[in-house]
């Protein structure tokens, strides 16, 4: 199984026949394929093959939130929060005064601001608002040999476009979010935009290569496979952003404002590992090479969404666009 999870996390063939294509790189039938991502989902270990659509092409604007949360409210605080069906990210963090951390989305910057002070203002608690100036990555896989999150450097495009602009239907990127498990997945979305199938995978194609879609690949449930740590690496060089982006076990990595007095880390990303003795090990090894020197590590602690929740909520504002 292993091996099966590999290949569809790393390389997920953009073709017609996608699972037989699998089936013959591990030497097995395209049936087998099938029964066994079918039983993985069944397990909650596969969460979806598909291709998600950037929020900035959806018109939205998106913050890191950090609370100063009281211990004996963070339960109550964090309930609220999840209110919000934009909140894609809700975790418990090691770290002081901001110790409730949430990504929220809005339509606009004063849509966001808005919703946040009023829970921040009805439990009376500080909290800062950390705008994506620049997203660089957004790709989180788990490498199942190393005990790691690993992909492959790259810089997302900055602009990508919107789906007006575009004029793509809403329902075909519905289509193309989790893929259905049988012979053919991608005749549904082809009907979708009055394409054959090869023409719509070219579509595919170029929606990714110019920062529409994310690549299209598996996603796992971490938790369900050994990834029970993850942290927020925080940066006082924003310049190095880029090169973190390039940095295989990084899998979201962004440029955010910084609150003078309050926080002053204006590069951030994630990094997910099956212990915390080999995250630091290797973010350790990472910023050595960088030649950067002031950063920290902050742990989650409790993750007040969870896994299946985050899912649902993605796909859902996937959905709504």
Known sequence: MVDLLMEVQYNFPLVERPYAEVGRRLGAEEEWVIARLREAVLEGVLKRIGAIL?????????????????????????????????????????????????????????????????????????????????????????????????????????????ISELGIPHAFFSKIKSLPLTPEPFREAAAVVGRSVPETLALIRELIGRGVLRDMHGTLDGERVGFRENAMVVLRRGDVCEAVANLPISTHVVLRNTVPGRWEYPCYFMVHGVSRDVIESYVKDAMKRLGVEDYRLLYSVRDFLGGREMARRVEKVAEEG
Do not use: C
């Not at 929060?81 to 809700?90: E, F, L, T, W």
């Not at 919703?115 to 203002?121: E, H, L, N, Y």
């Not at 989180?140 to 005990?147: E, P």
């Open 54 to 162: 950037n929020y900035r092409s959806r018109g939205l604007t998106a913050a890191l939130v950090g609370m100063a949360v009281p211990d004996g409210l963070i339960e109550e605080v964090a309930a609220e929060v999840n209110r919000d069906p934009y909140v894609s990210h809700n975790f418990q963090r090691d770290y002081k005064p901001y110790n409730l951390w949430f990504v929220t989305k809005a339509g606009s910057a004063n849509e966001l601001e808005a919703k946040v002070a009023g829970i921040a203002k009805r439990y009376g608690v500080d909290y800062i608002v950390l705008y994506s100036l620049r997203s660089y990555k957004v790709d989180v896989r788990f490498d199942l040999r190393r005990g790691i999150s690993w992909t492959r450097g790259y810089v997302m495009p900055e602009n990508p476009p919107s």
